[in-house]
């Protein structure tokens, strides 16, 4: 059996990029051919996730752990009162860890007191309102941000159009390499689908004492986010 590998690089694109890669296998039986097709397609996120929380630290884990109840408390009813009794709040974390002193001639660390820490995970669908929700949570006690992250609440459509792209794509590849070697494509053998990935803005942020100083308004711009698919077509091929 002779194959030959093709691979090349078109400059068709439907955001940011597309490239392909192609095998033609010839055997006494039938040609067959193997091509890639890529898409990626945008869309406006309609939902925001948003991870935060408290930190504490004092001598013992008792205090730190009852600080930060009565500071994640204030944190939550602010939360709640600005987006509603019916918002998607979380848990996402939690641990009490001992604060160490090394000494610097070696020898046994010594504790020297406990940090508690408390992660909740926020999703609103109020996207214009998600720099007010991060200076409230700060306002009222939050001094930790892990991210913020703009998402699709159903993805299905915007797959489906990324997975119909590729998939022509896939089919024009092969049609291409079908006529340069002076074939014709006879029929479909089989399609796979790749992973398909998520190309979302991410925000790292730090929150700062906003309820000590005027500071305005946090700005926050969604962006838009990115479904990538690839697709593997397999054709028959004859003269």
Same mark, same amino acid.
């Given at each position: 059996?002779?194959?030959?590998?093709?691979?090349?690089?078109?400059?068709?694109?439907?955001?940011?990029?597309?490239?392909?890669?192609?095998?033609?296998?010839?055997?006494?039986?039938?040609?067959?051919?193997?091509?890639?097709?890529?898409?990626?397609?945008?869309?406006?996120?309609?939902?925001?996730?948003?991870?935060?929380?408290?930190?504490?630290?004092?001598?013992?884990?008792?205090?730190?752990?009852?600080?930060?109840?009565?500071?994640?408390?204030?944190?939550?009813?602010?939360?709640?009162?600005?987006?509603?009794?019916?918002? %998607?709040? !979380?848990?996402?974390?939690? @641990?009490? &860890?001992?604060?160490?002193?090394? $000494?610097?001639?070696? #020898?046994?660390? /010594? *504790?020297?007191?406990?940090?508690?820490?408390?992660?909740?995970?926020?999703?609103?669908?109020?996207?214009?309102?998600?720099?007010?929700?991060?200076?409230?949570?700060?306002?009222?006690?939050?001094?930790?941000?892990?991210?913020?992250?703009?998402?699709?609440?159903?993805?299905?459509?915007?797959?489906?159009?990324?997975?119909?792209?590729?998939?022509?794509?896939?089919?024009?590849?092969?049609?291409?390499?079908?006529?340069?070697?002076?074939?014709?494509?006879?029929?479909?053998?089989?399609?796979?689908?790749?992973?398909?990935?998520?190309?979302?803005?991410?925000? %790292?942020? !730090?929150?700062?004492?906003? @309820?000590? &100083?005027?500071?305005?308004?946090? $700005?926050?711009?969604? #962006?838009?986010? /990115? *479904?990538?698919?690839?697709?593997?077509?397999?054709?028959?091929?004859?003269?």
């Amino acid at each position: 059996m002779r194959t030959v590998v093709i691979i090349a690089a078109l400059a068709c694109r439907l955001a940011p990029a597309s490239t392909w890669q192609g095998t033609a296998t010839t055997s006494s039986a039938r040609t067959t051919i193997r091509a890639t097709g890529e898409a990626v397609i945008p869309a406006r996120p309609d939902q925001a996730q948003l991870s935060l929380g408290v930190v504490t630290q004092a001598a013992t884990a008792q205090v730190a752990v009852a600080q930060n109840a009565r500071q994640l408390e204030d944190v939550l009813a602010r939360l709640r009162k600005h987006l509603g009794d019916k918002a %998607e709040i !979380r848990t996402s974390g939690y @641990a009490v &860890t001992p604060d160490y002193r090394y $000494p610097r001639d070696g #020898g046994r660390p /010594e *504790i020297t007191g406990y940090t508690a820490s408390n992660i909740i995970e926020i999703r609103t669908q109020k996207l214009a309102e998600v720099g007010a929700v991060i200076d409230a949570a700060a306002q009222s006690g939050a001094n930790t941000i892990h991210g913020l992250h703009f998402m699709l609440r159903d993805d299905r459509a915007a797959r489906a159009q990324a997975l119909q792209e590729a998939t022509r794509k896939a089919r024009a590849h092969a049609e291409a390499m079908a006529a340069a070697a002076g074939l014709k494509i006879v029929r479909v053998l089989a399609i796979e689908q790749g992973e398909a990935h998520w190309i979302r803005p991410v925000r %790292e942020m !730090r929150l700062a004492a906003a @309820a000590e &100083t005027a500071a305005p308004p946090t $700005p926050v711009e969604p #962006g838009a986010v /990115e *479904i990538r698919v690839n697709v593997v077509l397999t054709v028959e091929a004859a003269p």
